[in-house]
């Protein structure tokens, strides 16, 4: 008998089989799809020679990662490159603001009136990032903060709704570059906790940079099915698991999930019912012949670029997707150029580009005129370098990654209390109702992102309960 079985080799199932396979048991991973990986994949979707990410693409939250920094992916071919700059947010006069890696350009780039609040915000918690970024996401009662005052600190200003954190700059340019930080995880700008999302994701580009992995973003996910195998793990593809019966005898069975499908597999019923996932995204990667005609600078040199006029324009973006259920007029995009920084990504001279925006849960129309209006506003002539385009609306990218339910790459609504107590109140969320099953997917804290972290605290709980049978 195994001592655990792990579902489902995204990022986070990959992960809590390595975290068992370091501690001496016996894993075996399963997983549906031809190829490991989840949202961290990479495909040609679209022309011979341009290597895409069919999901993530840049990784803040990787580099930062406990869980990866923990273990030695590099030794398996993961290398991380950083863009000169982490991420632009271009505006309609040619200009823009930048996240760079130095505190100082970044304050700049937001006018002489904002640099110093901005500065204030975040060197209170800059230099002690790494201690920060492992008690917020160990959370909950993983482990014990190893610096609570710091955390606390961060929770004053993090759990309030980045509407009240805007209010202490002036201009427009760093309320928009906030908002876009914010839209990442397709969150109402007044949501609770949201100026937390964005303080992780500002602090996170000063202190690692938000690089793309050399390749693409399966070569973070073959890393870690590499270290699986070196540890004595067992890893099986093209294997769908309808039920638990489908999966050999062993002490633990962990999910890398959605809520949904654990129930139905293993039969809990409407024990999830009341689990809410969130809005839809429609996504393209675009194979160009050139690099992306930006009016800013500082947007050609970026590897991630936001996209929104301005503040009150995400906003409109977002509450259409996730209130009014309609696709934005003038979407929020985020795009990432991986190629600006790596040229093995496409053939010589060209360009793969990743963009997608946000729309209602399950939607099947079509985005991509908005899309392109949108791009064209911020770098005309851009559908003049389009060779190729791949597109995803939610039903595609659900058919891709069952866990991306309706469309939802977070796996659940990041609003209400569900940001941080996912995907059932509880202080124990990674067990079910079945003591020897556990879920470890983004659905449970710290929540979505390619990091690791919910595979990491899986298992924690996990091991705890094989050392005690």
């Given at each position: 008998m195994l001592d655990a079985v792990v579902v489902g080799a995204g990022p986070n199932g990959l992960t809590a089989a390595v975290e068992l396979a370091r501690r001496g048991f016996s894993v075996a991973l399963f997983e549906a799809k031809g190829t490991v990986g989840g949202g961290a994949r990479t495909e040609e979707l679209t022309l011979p020679g341009f290597r895409?990410?069919?999901?993530?693409?840049?990784?803040?939250?990787?580099?930062?990662?406990?869980?990866?920094?923990?273990?030695p992916l590099e030794r398996h071919g993961l290398e991380w490159l950083h863009p000169e700059l982490p991420?632009?947010?271009p505006f309609l006069d040619g200009t823009a603001a930048v996240l760079s890696r130095s505190v100082g350009e970044t304050a700049a780039s937001f006018g002489p009136r904002d640099a110093g609040a901005y500065r204030r915000l975040v060197t209170t918690f800059l230099h002690r990032w790494d201690t920060l970024v492992r008690d917020f996401m160990s959370l909950p009662l993983t482990a014990l903060p190893r610096d609570p005052v710091t955390l606390a600190r961060f929770g004053l200003v993090g759990l309030p709704p980045s509407t009240w954190l805007a209010r202490r700059f002036h201009d427009e340019r760093a309320r928009t570059l906030l908002a876009g930080l914010v839209a990442h995880v397709m969150a109402p700008l007044n949501g609770f906790a949201t100026s937390a999302i964005g303080l992780v994701f500002a602090l996170a580009a000063h202190t690692r940079g938000w690089p793309v992995a050399r390749g693409g973003s399966q070569a973070i996910s073959d890393a870690l099915a590499a270290h699986l195998r070196e540890l004595g793990g067992t890893v099986h593809t093209d294997y769908e698991v309808k039920r638990l019966d489908d999966l050999p005898p062993a002490r633990?069975?962990?999910?890398?999930?959605?809520?949904?499908?654990?129930?139905?597999?293993?039969?809990?019923?409407?024990h999830y019912a009341r689990y809410r996932y969130g809005p839809g995204v429609f996504k393209i990667d675009y194979a160009l012949d050139g690099p992306v005609p930006w009016t800013a600078p500082e947007a050609r040199r970026a590897g991630t670029v936001q996209i929104g006029a301005d503040s009150a324009e995400i906003g409109a973006a977002l509450r259409a997707a996730s209130r009014e259920n309609r696709a934005p007029d003038a979407p929020f995009l985020i795009t990432v150029q991986p190629s600006v920084v790596d040229p093995t990504r496409a053939p010589e001279g060209k360009h793969v580009f990743w963009v997608y925006g946000h729309v209602p849960h399950g939607w099947t129309g079509d985005l991509t005129d908005a899309i392109?209006?949108?791009?064209?506003?911020?770098?005309?002539?851009?559908?003049?370098?389009?060779?190729?385009?791949?597109?995803?609306?939610p039903p595609e990218?659900?058919?891709?990654?069952?866990?991306?339910?309706?469309?939802?790459?977070?796996?659940?609504?990041?609003?209400?209390?569900?940001?941080?107590l996912r995907p059932k109140l509880s202080l124990y969320p990674y067990a079910t109702p079945h003591p020897a099953v556990f879920i470890c997917s983004q659905a449970t804290p710290p929540g979505p992102g390619v990091h690791g972290m919910?595979?990491?605290?899986?298992?924690?709980?996990?091991?705890?309960r094989l050392r005690q049978t």
């Open positions: 895409h990410d069919p999901c993530s693409a840049a990784h803040p939250l990787a580099v930062s990662s406990p869980a990866f920094r923990g273990l991420m632009a947010h633990a069975y962990v999910f890398d999930t959605s809520p949904t499908a654990l129930a139905r597999i293993a039969g809990f019923g409407d392109e209006r949108q791009l064209e506003r911020f770098a005309p002539g851009f559908r003049d370098r389009v060779l190729a385009r791949a597109t995803a609306g990218l659900a058919a891709r990654n069952a866990n991306y339910v309706g469309g939802d790459i977070a796996t659940g609504a990041v609003s209400g209390l569900q940001t941080l919910p595979g990491h605290n899986a298992a924690k709980a996990v091991w705890r």
